[in-house]
């Protein structure tokens, strides 16, 4: 047995030297699904069982590795909110399992969970059209809607003519549509409907759904305000903002794009 125990010990250092660890990226997602962390790992010969340990659980199991190879591993995150890195264990009990070779992994990193897209609907109040001093509400989907009746002139087509209105009143009259999604809008955390986690939710899908449209948009929360701007990196602050978001106290850290 003393022979076994000293053997696994060299077979199991031998068996991890000269692996690469190395970070690469990480990748933040809407709740419920779990933020991924990217990693490179390289060696110039065979390496067998190593494990990715995060908070006690296994996060990710690689049998052998040969030369170069890319994981992705999930986080154990899945509610909306702001996470930093923990400390990473990578472990090998290889080659019976008798002794343990490890090495901890601190990055300086912090990961995010978006708040899940709910579609608002016919939620009166989605947003605030950056453009209209008087600050009256619009709805809006990301769709053409109906904006009111006008009356119909030479040259319009009929597929427009609200006949409802003309059976009654005997007068062509003509839908009106306007789509308030290609206006620059204010999604405003107070004009939204329900309780925080929902209201979050909300603008989350209002501000994807921009982003998808490259409209710009602007963002409110309570006295934080994220100035009008479309982009990638508008965007992601905004998703950010909307994760660390603290209905009781608001977030400090909030800057405006």
């Known amino acids: ?25 990480k990748n933040n997602d809407y709740s419920p699904i779990s933020p991924r962390l990217v990693f490179d790992i390289s060696t110039e010969k065979l390496c067998q069982s190593l494990q990715f340990i995060y908070q006690k659980k296994l996060l990710h199991n690689l049998d052998n ?60 109040n989605l947003m605030v059209d950056g453009n209209n001093t008087d600050g009256d509400l619009k709805r809006g989907n990301g769709i053409d809607e109906f904006d009111s009746l006008v009356d119909h002139q030479h ?7 609200s006949w409802k209105h003309y059976a009654k009143t005997q007068q062509l009259m ?57 982009g990638r990196e508008h965007f992601t602050a905004c998703l950010i903002a909307l994760s660390r978001f603290n209905s009781s106290t608001e977030s400090q850290d909030a800057k405006t794009s």
């Open 1 to 25: 047995m003393l022979v076994v125990l000293i053997l696994a010990i060299l077979i199991g250092y031998s068996n991890v030297k000269g692996v690469t660890v190395k970070f690469k990226s």
């Open 65 to 124: 590795i040969k030369h170069k190879t890319d994981i992705t591993v999930s986080l154990p995150y899945e509610s909306r909110g702001r996470y930093p890195l923990e400390r990473i264990k990578l472990l090998s009990q290889y080659p019976f399992g008798l002794v343990s070779v490890w090495s901890y992994m601190q990055i300086e990193e912090t990961v995010f969970v978006y708040p899940k897209q709910i579609n608002p609907h016919k939620n009166n």
């Open 155 to 161: 040259g319009m087509g009929l597929q427009r003519v």
């Open 174 to 230: 003509v839908k009106d549509f306007v789509n308030y999604a290609s206006t620059p809008m204010i999604y405003d955390y107070s004009q939204l409907q329900g309780n925080a986690e929902a209201r979050l939710s909300q603008l989350s899908y209002l501000i994807t759904q921009a982003h998808l449209h490259d409209h710009a948009f602007a963002l409110k929360l309570n006295n934080q305000l994220y100035s009008m701007a479309k």
